[in-house]
T-cell receptor, first 115, second 113 residues
Framework: NAGVMQNPRHLVRRRGQEARLRCSPM?????VYWYRQLPEEGLKFMVY????????ESGMPKERFSAEFPKEGPSILRIQQVVRGDSAAYFC?????????????FGPGTRLLVL | GENVEQHPSTLSVQEGDSAVIKCTYS??????FPWYKQELGKRPQLIID?????GEKKDQRIAVTLNKTAKHFSLHITETQPEDSAVYFC????????????FGQGTRLTINP
């Protein structure tokens, strides 16, 4: 049973470029969470999505950041016009449901470096 | 919303000794508290979790205790080994809305041989 998949694992961008991060949840999981981890810090919630719906984006910056989880294919976190402060590890996690307590399983992360 | 505080931020123990990491939370409605271990450059891995209907849970050398009244929970690692060295994060899960995890700041645990 494949775990949560993320790609790319490492991404280098110059300031002003776009970054696209992809996340495929575990089989049978329909809920995706994105978290950001700055160097030497904990994980901070960004956005929660179900298929074709953004449920909660309260942790995501209002400008330059967007997320989607289409009916087919992986969830994508998109960062436009990246700045150095966007350099971080971006983790996605998936769970089966949220009707009751459900464990979130994390992917390997994408480490974004903005030059 | 939920707020989780974790301490200490760093912890160094001798191999074979026990390590204890403590967390407090603010939302009395929270009912799920996982602990994740993160090695350098790796993903957070769930090592143990506890639900609010129990006070303690144990898995081999790892145990977690929960005090709902005081709103704090702790991770206990006994007979520590060098491979226990990592950053440990506690989290509380919000019961409203997205039920997102709110993480503590992390504890860097070093096991000295």
């Amino acid at each position: 049973n494949a775990g949560v998949m993320q790609n790319p694992r490492h991404l280098v961008r110059r300031r002003g470029q776009e970054a696209r991060l992809r996340c495929s949840p575990m089989k049978g999981h329909s809920h995706v969470y994105w978290y950001r981890q700055l160097p030497e810090e904990g994980l901070k919630f960004m956005v929660y999505l179900q298929k074709e719906n953004i449920i909660d984006e309260s942790g995501m910056p209002k400008e330059r950041f967007s997320a989607e989880f289409p009916k087919e294919g992986p969830s994508i976190l998109r960062i436009q016009q990246v700045v150095r402060g966007d350099s971080a590890a971006y983790f996605c996690a998936s769970s089966r449901t949220t009707g009751s307590v459900e464990t979130q399983y994390f992917g390997p992360g994408t480490r974004l470096l903005v030059l | 919303g939920e707020n989780v505080e974790q301490h200490p931020s760093t912890l160094s123990v001798q191999e074979g000794d026990s390590a204890v990491i403590k967390c407090t939370y603010s939302d009395s409605a929270s009912n799920y508290f996982p602990w994740y271990k993160q090695e350098l450059g790796k993903r957070p891995q769930l090592i143990i979790d506890i639900r609010s209907n129990v006070g303690e849970k144990k898995d081999q050398r790892i145990a977690v205790t929960l005090n709902k009244t005081a709103k704090h929970f702790s991770l206990h690692i006994t007979e520590t080994q060098p491979e226990d060295s990592a950053v440990y994060f506690c989290a509380g899960q919000e019961v409203q809305g997205a039920q997102k995890l709110v993480f503590g700041q992390g504890t860097r645990l070093t096991i000295n041989p």
